[in-house]
């Protein structure tokens, strides 16, 4: 086994979305932030202290797909082609944005806090003009396993832990990507394989995770440390444990032109789609989005 390590650290950088929505923006700063097909990933949080939270009002997009997925707090989705579905704690929203999609996405507090993440992957060009697709995935659908030494959830791939095989609920994606939460106590350690084609990463959100034994430095909350290849994983947890994202897939190798909430492979078809939304082409876009 070929064991992967951190080889590339990036710090997440506060930013501001949507509606004046605070979050911390790791992959996606810029063309440069990407670890692919992993376009962009942002770690928003709001309280009651904050006050009103505007959310993602109606918006379009094209050429890839959203993820969300709720740690506490829950968000409400819309979009144009009539669908419609509110994910609390623990619940993904995986939406196939393909040929073009307008949606909106309103968050809620749960006792007076809100915590949540939005992962944008890319799609193959054979892909980007497809239908689009939306996932309303609730909590009791995403497999959770008390391991020794912490917890996992799957959403997306499969893991086998103890002698057990869990299996994310989100399947027939084009880069068959691996999305886990992980929650490992203080100074634990854990074991996991990587499909060795697959560009891979971590985020964390809680405490620190180190990857590897040969002393190389542990990624501290709201980084993401990118993975170099190999077909495993170890991760050991610091002192006060971790909360962390294991993200992995297979790269697309093509071009990205993005401009905005576009993702496309040449600027002719980032210009094709701006045309499209603003002369109304994407699917159903009289669907009322309030």
Partial sequence: MTERIVERLIHGERASDGDGVQLRRSLGQGPFARLDPFLMLDEFQADDRSGPIGGFPPHPHR???????MLVGSMQHRDSLGNSGRIGPG??????????????EMPELHDGYMRGFQLWINLPAADKMKAPRYQ????DRVPEYPFDGGRVRVIAGE????????VGPVSGVATAPTYMDLVIEPGRKLTLPIEADHNAMIYVYDGEVSAGDDGFSPVAATNAGLLSRGDEVRLRAGDEGAGLLLLAAN????SVVQHG???????????????DYQEG???REDVALS
């Fill in 63 to 69: 050429g890839f797909e959203t993820v969300t997925y």
């Fill in 91 to 104: 619940g993904v929203q995986w939406m196939t944005a393909a040929g073009g999609i307008v949606h909106s």
């Fill in 136 to 139: 309303d995935i609730q909590a």
């Fill in 159 to 166: 893991v086998v832990l103890e002698g057990n095989t869990l």
């Fill in 251 to 254: 790269p697309v190798k093509e």
């Fill in 261 to 275: 909430p576009f993702v496309m492979n040449t600027r002719d078809e980032i210009e094709q789609a701006i045309r």
């Fill in 281 to 283: 082409r994407f699917e």
